[in-house]
């Protein structure tokens, strides 16, 4: 049997070997006869082709891992939280002037909205290139075959799902890319919405379930094939594939892992700790990042640097440094390796915060009313020794925010956050405050069952849809909710309770505001309706309109994100997002280097003016 770690390997010649199949110098394409791994001998069996699933997989958890993890983007550019590193000008703050097509669109200090585009379209020749030679493999069975192709599938699906709700109508690449192309044409987003669909469907019937953790499982698939079918209307085939999965993978409902006998926890714990995502018996995950917390050089995941407040700053209300996060720390007041070192990358907005969590949820184990579940500053110490050795009575004590405290302290330092999900020992170092390497889920059960509350919801069966809603809510211990509290906002909410840093907040706001253009349905939440000619705005290259009632993104984001709501500003920027900002720019590099063909800019960006008619896909089986 062929682990994961020789696949890992073995994909580390391998994409050494891939990429010169993209690259300028035609010279590059010749095959050196000296080295062993060319494509012509990469891809000729089994463990071939699982070194270029393992190149994909790559990608997916670089998207979730690291310093600036390109993840934030999608929380930063959503209802949920907001770019909160103060200490500088370039973050994404004003949205108007960090997402230009020609600006720094991929940079841990700007935005990662680039990495999206070029990371996509990576994982997707990676893909093609499975999907191109899979007729010049031999394999141990047909089903072999055909359980490689169909996760190739899932792979080269799940990245264009991100494109065409990230960047619109986009270039759709369906073969391997052998030589330098610059003679791309923007393709119609629904057309490969469509093709995907087709391809998903047959991989759902060839890939098996029991995979190993980490690899393309049946369920994955009809978990991203519902999203799909949502996206284009099909809301019967939706309901149906999803019911199918969560009979499979019913949710966690009891303690389980070791952390059942910690203090302070509860199965919200369990369930998000590194022990719950490497555990057999867990039966909600469908599809995973996989790592190997205990092994030396392993990928720390940074969460907890990255979500949680920047608190090393607060002083004492007499001013005193309060906080340090050195070894001699006592241990009744050690914050380090309790709950981590933030730097405030992620800021999370009020709505999160606050106004999320409603009497409603006020026994729910992942709401703010939770004490061991949420964290605030408030619920941590003081805790430098100086402190101790002068005699200053704030030793020991809760912090205090102190009412002058500046504004860009206040944004960076100074908010909740859900512990839950973002504690991350790491048993190969002291400094916990990175947060060490996780496995992490990318699909669960519960998604699926508020995915098939939307597919109600979008059928108007607004009872149904509250029974699935009401299956994750108990598990929560919150309250049921009753057909008359369904809309398109208890859907919202109950994504963002259970979801924060699974879901690409982003993308499935946008792929809510299309399915609202696209229907007609009227959005109750806001009485409004919405189309997909005006989706962007009015249009015109430069238009940067920030009116209500172009796109259900745009509405609900400035409904609820109470930093561009009120345009709080800082020493460097002041908070910003417009209406075309639904869609992202196609970088200018991008577009420039593409002499033969047309990619489209999207409206609202300079270069839109020179846009044509985007290219449509046969798509007869």
Same mark, same amino acid.
């Given at each position: 049997? &062929?682990?994961?770690?020789?696949?890992?390997?073995?994909?580390?010649?391998?994409?050494?070997?891939?990429?010169?199949?993209?690259?300028?110098?035609?010279?590059? $394409?010749?095959?050196?006869?000296?080295?062993?791994?060319? !494509?012509?001998?990469?891809?000729?069996?089994?463990?071939?082709?699982?070194?270029?699933?393992?190149?994909?997989?790559?990608?997916?958890?670089?998207?979730?891992?690291?310093?600036?993890?390109?993840?934030?983007?999608?929380?930063?550019?959503?209802? &949920?939280?907001?770019?909160?590193?103060?200490?500088?000008?370039? !973050?994404?703050?004003?949205? /108007? &002037?960090?997402?230009?097509?020609?600006?720094?669109?991929?940079?841990?200090?700007?935005?990662?909205?680039?990495?999206?585009?070029?990371?996509?379209?990576?994982?997707? %020749?990676?893909?093609?290139?499975?999907?191109?030679?899979?007729? %010049?493999? @031999?394999?141990?069975?047909?089903?072999?075959?055909?359980?490689?192709?169909?996760?190739?599938?899932?792979?080269?699906?799940?990245?264009?799902?991100?494109?065409?709700?990230?960047?619109?109508? +986009?270039?759709?690449?369906?073969?391997?890319?052998?030589?330098?192309?610059?003679?791309?044409?923007?393709?119609?987003?629904?057309?490969?919405?469509?093709?995907?669909?087709?391809?998903?469907?047959?991989?759902?019937? +060839?890939?098996?379930?029991?995979?190993?953790?980490?690899?393309?499982?049946?369920?994955?698939?009809?978990?991203?094939?519902?999203?799909?079918?949502?996206? $284009?209307?099909?809301?019967?085939?939706?309901?149906?594939?999803?019911?199918?999965?969560?009979?499979?993978?019913?949710?966690?409902?009891?303690?389980?892992?070791?952390?059942?006998?910690?203090?302070?926890?509860?199965?919200?714990?369990?369930?998000?700790?590194?022990?719950?995502?490497? /555990?057999?018996?867990?039966?909600?995950?469908?599809?995973?990042?996989?790592?190997?917390?205990? @092994? =030396?050089?392993?990928?720390?995941? =940074?969460?907890?640097? %990255?979500?949680?407040?920047? &608190?090393?700053?607060?002083?004492?209300?007499?001013?005193?440094?309060?906080?340090?996060?050195?070894?001699?720390?006592?241990? =009744?007041?050690?914050?380090?390796?309790?709950?981590?070192?933030?730097?405030?990358?992620?800021?999370?907005?009020?709505?999160?915060?606050?106004?999320?969590?409603?009497?409603?949820?006020?026994?729910?184990?992942?709401?703010?009313?939770?004490?061991?579940?949420?964290?605030?500053?408030?619920?941590?110490?003081?805790?430098?020794?100086?402190?101790?050795?002068?005699?200053?009575?704030?030793?020991?004590?809760?912090?205090?925010?102190?009412?002058?405290?500046?504004?860009?302290?206040?944004?960076?330092?100074?908010?909740?956050?859900?512990?839950?999900?973002?504690?991350?020992?790491?048993?190969?170092?002291?400094?916990?405050?990175?947060?060490?390497?996780?496995?992490?889920?990318?699909?669960?059960?519960?998604?699926?069952?508020?995915?098939?509350?939307?597919?109600?919801?979008?059928?108007?069966?607004?009872?149904?849809?509250?029974?699935?809603?009401?299956?994750?809510?108990?598990?929560?211990?919150?309250?049921?909710?009753?057909?008359?509290?369904?809309?398109?906002?208890?859907?919202?909410?109950?994504?963002?309770?259970?979801?924060?840093?699974?879901?690409?907040?982003?993308?499935?706001?946008?792929?809510?505001?299309?399915?609202?253009?696209?229907?007609?349905?009227?959005?109750?939440?806001?009485?409004?309706?919405?189309?997909?000619?005006?989706?962007?705005?009015?249009?015109?290259?430069?238009?940067?309109?920030?009116?209500?009632?172009?796109?259900?993104?745009?509405?609900? +984001?400035?409904?609820?994100?109470?930093?561009?709501?009120?345009?709080?500003?800082?020493?460097?920027?002041?908070?910003?997002?417009?209406?075309?900002?639904?869609?992202? !720019?196609?970088?200018?590099?991008?577009?420039?280097?593409?002499?033969?063909?047309?990619?489209?800019?999207?409206?609202?960006?300079?270069?839109?003016?020179?846009?044509?008619?985007?290219?449509?896909?046969?798509?007869?089986?």
């Amino acid at each position: 049997m &062929i682990t994961y770690n020789k696949i890992k390997r073995y994909a580390v010649t391998s994409i050494a070997g891939l990429t010169l199949l993209t690259g300028c110098n035609k010279d590059w $394409l010749d095959p050196n006869p000296l080295s062993f791994y060319t !494509p012509e001998n990469t891809f000729v069996d089994a463990q071939g082709f699982e070194s270029a699933l393992a190149a994909c997989e790559k990608v997916m958890f670089s998207e979730y891992n690291g310093d600036g993890m390109a993840a934030l983007t999608e929380m930063i550019l959503s209802d &949920i939280a907001v770019e909160g590193t103060t200490d500088k000008a370039g !973050p994404q703050m004003d949205i /108007d &002037i960090s997402l230009l097509p020609d600006a720094n669109l991929n940079n841990t200090d700007f935005t990662r909205v680039g990495w999206y585009w070029t990371n996509g379209y990576k994982a997707i %020749q990676y893909a093609n290139i499975i999907i191109s030679r899979i007729d %010049q493999g @031999v394999f141990g069975s047909d089903a072999e075959r055909d359980r490689i192709l169909g996760q190739a599938y899932f792979h080269r699906a799940y990245w264009y799902y991100k494109l065409v709700h990230q960047f619109g109508d +986009v270039p759709f690449i369906s073969n391997e890319v052998t030589e330098a192309r610059t003679d791309y044409y923007t393709t119609d987003r629904w057309d490969i919405l469509a093709f995907l669909k087709q391809q998903l469907e047959w991989a759902y019937t +060839v890939v098996p379930d029991a995979v190993d953790r980490g690899r393309v499982s049946k369920s994955a698939i009809g978990t991203l094939l519902i999203k799909i079918n949502i996206a $284009l209307g099909e809301f019967d085939q939706a309901i149906s594939i999803g019911r199918e999965i969560v009979a499979s993978h019913p949710l966690m409902t009891q303690r389980f892992t070791s952390n059942a006998t910690k203090p302070n926890t509860n199965l919200m714990h369990d369930l998000h700790s590194v022990e719950a995502k490497l /555990d057999a018996s867990n039966t909600e995950g469908l599809m995973y990042i996989v790592s190997y917390p205990g @092994v =030396q050089g392993s990928v720390r995941s =940074q969460l907890m640097r %990255q979500l949680l407040p920047r &608190i090393i700053g607060v002083t004492t209300p007499d001013g005193a440094t309060g906080i340090v996060y050195t070894p001699n720390v006592e241990p =009744q007041y050690d914050i380090n390796t309790t709950y981590g070192r933030g730097i405030g990358r992620a800021r999370s907005t009020n709505y999160y915060q606050y106004t999320l969590w409603t009497d409603k949820e006020r026994g729910d184990m992942r709401g703010v009313y939770n004490r061991d579940s949420w964290i605030s500053p408030a619920d941590l110490w003081y805790n430098d020794p100086a402190l101790k050795s002068r005699g200053n009575p704030y030793y020991g004590q809760h912090l205090i925010k102190n009412p002058a405290m500046s504004v860009e302290d206040s944004i960076r330092a100074w908010y909740q956050w859900p512990h839950f999900k973002t504690f991350v020992p790491d048993p190969l170092s002291a400094d916990w405050y990175w947060g060490g390497e996780t496995p992490m889920y990318i699909y669960r059960s519960a998604e699926v069952y508020l995915l098939i509350a939307e597919a109600h919801y979008w059928k108007g069966e607004n009872a149904l849809a509250a029974e699935a809603l009401n299956i994750v809510r108990r598990r929560a211990g919150a309250d049921a909710l009753t057909a008359g509290d369904v809309h398109i906002g208890a859907i919202v909410d109950e994504r963002a309770r259970e979801l924060y840093f699974e879901e690409n907040r982003h993308i499935e706001l946008t792929r809510i505001a299309y399915t609202y253009a696209k229907t007609g349905k009227v959005c109750e939440y806001f009485g409004r309706t919405y189309s997909l000619d005006r989706l962007s705005g009015p249009g015109g290259a430069g238009s940067n309109v920030k009116q209500e009632g172009y796109n259900f993104y745009y509405d609900w +984001v400035i409904s609820k994100n109470n930093f561009y709501n009120k345009g709080i500003k800082h020493r460097w920027a002041e908070y910003k997002l417009s209406v075309h900002h639904i869609l992202w !720019p196609v970088p200018a590099a991008a577009i420039n280097a593409n002499t033969k063909g047309v990619i489209n800019q999207n409206i609202g960006y300079p270069g839109a003016e020179n846009n044509v008619p985007a290219a449509r896909l046969d798509l007869a089986p």
